[in-house]
Each structure stands twice: as structure tokens, then as C-alpha cells.
């Protein structure tokens, strides 16, 4: 049960459904305490489990279930998940604000990844090291990593994250104030995204977000609301709460360029409930 458990989480994960995925995997989860002592079907669980609740924006709870896996793949040298695992843990770090301690995890598992020809997954750390890390230190350095992602998710056609590659290199521009080729990073993404139908993702919502900043820039406020709406809605199908506050306080900042204080502050109290929901949560 618990295994059939988890196998429904991860198909729920694989359709974005991350609510229903955590459902699923807390019920896996509930049927190990029958077991004795931790196996490697307990230890997958837990990693499932971290991995949806840092999605969700639990970081608390996530952080129990790392170190409860990572002991076990560790003990039991299982290489492949160690290095999900370090993998998740730069992640957290890097959300805490722990920058160097990040660096680690992910150099880390990226060690460990190309070690074991994982290029997926490879590829995936060296774009969380470059919008993570390189970031804070060299911005031009990081759109050079971010570019060479690309290349690497076209080959896996994988082109979600091709979304989310573009769409970061046009942050990183929006922060260096050179709006135009911003805004040409961000065209590229959303061709990808409408000539594959993936309106409906993650990384989709995370282009609508950063094209809300560029026309906020642009003191174009109607239709930085647009996409910031876009964006929050879009955020808030999947269950992902603090980027679907993070996209509400644009449309906030927006009325009050507008001077419209009172429908701004009408979401700013939205936004705050959503914020104390998840602070509850953990």
C-alpha cells in the first residue's frame, strides 16, 4: 500500500497536481510507521515528500525528510538518490539564505551526477547553481551558465525548463536595467511555450511573472497586471502559495503607481492571508 501510495504521488507530481501529490505521499508515509526501522522505500518516500513540501513552500517540514533520507542513501551508499538529496538540500540552503553552504550541496551532487552520467539531472544543478548562486556574485557570468543550460534541455527536448532558462536570463537583465534584451529572452519563451501547449506549468507562470516586472519597469501598469494575474492564477491552480503571493504583491505595487490605494490594499490583505496560511502550515 505504501508503495502504491507513493507511485500515485509521483503521477500527480509528474501532472503538476502538487496538492494531491503531497496527499498521496503523506499516506504512503503513514503506512511505513507500520514498518520496522527505515528501508529504501521509506527513505524514497521521505525524499518525495521534502521535494513537494520545499515546492509548496513548507521549508520546515521538508527539512526533517532530507535528513531522514540523505542518513539512509548515505549508509547505504545509494549514490543516484544521495544526489537528489544534496541536490534538494542546496535548494533549502539557498532559501535560507545560505549561500556558500548552497554552493556545497549542489557541487556536490553535481560531482556525484556527472560521476554517474546522470546528465538530466546534472544539467539541472548547474541551472540552480547559476540562478542560485552565481547570481549574487556575477549576474553576466550566470546568463553565460543559464544559455548553456539551454542547449542542454533543447537536446532533451525538455523545453518547460528551456521556458524557465529564458525566463530567468530575462530577470537577470531586468536587474541589469537593459529591458530589450529582456524582453527578447522572454519572446523566445513564450514561442516555446505556445508552440508546445505548456501554458499550463510551473515554468509558464514564472515567464508571466517576470513579463509582469518588465512592463512594470515600463510603468506599462494595465498590463503588468495582466500577466501578474496570469501568473498568480496560474500559481495558485497547482497549489504553489508563495509564488502566487510573490506575483499578487506586483499587481499591488501596480495600483498604487496607478494611485488606486484602495483596491491595493484590498490584495495586499489577501496576500497577507495567503502568506499566514503558509506560515500556519509549517
Known sequence: MAWIRNQLGNAYFQK?????ALYNYQKANDYTLRIDGQDPLTAKIHLNL??????????KDCVSFLESSHGFFHKNSDLKHLSKVLYERGIISKTLKQYERAAEYF?????IMVTLNLKHYANLVQHMIASQVTIHNNPVAAIHQL????E????????PLVILEYSKIAEIYLQLKDLETAVSSLEHAV?????????????????????????FLRKEYTASIEYALKA???????????????AMKIVVDCYQQLGDLEQALLLERQRNNLLTTLVIKE
Request: glycine share 2%; hydrophobic share 35%; proline share 1%.
Open 152 to 159: 542542454r534541455f533543447q537536446e532533451e527536448e525538455n523545453y
Open 191 to 215: 514561442r516555446i511555450m505556445t508552440n508546445f501547449s505548456l501554458e499550463q506549468t510551473p515554468e509558464s507562470a514564472e515567464c508571466f511573472r517576470v513579463y509582469a516586472i518588465y512592463f
Open 16 to 20: 503538476r497536481d502538487f496538492r494531491t
Open 147 to 150: 544559455q548553456a543550460c539551454i
Open 232 to 246: 498568480a492564477n496560474s500559481f495558485d491552480t497547482m497549489g504553489l502559495i508563495k509564488d502566487q503571493a510573490d
Open 107 to 111: 557541487e556536490q551532487a553535481r560531482t
Open 50 to 59: 521534502a521535494v513537494v513540501y520545499r515546492i509548496l513552500g513548507h521549508t
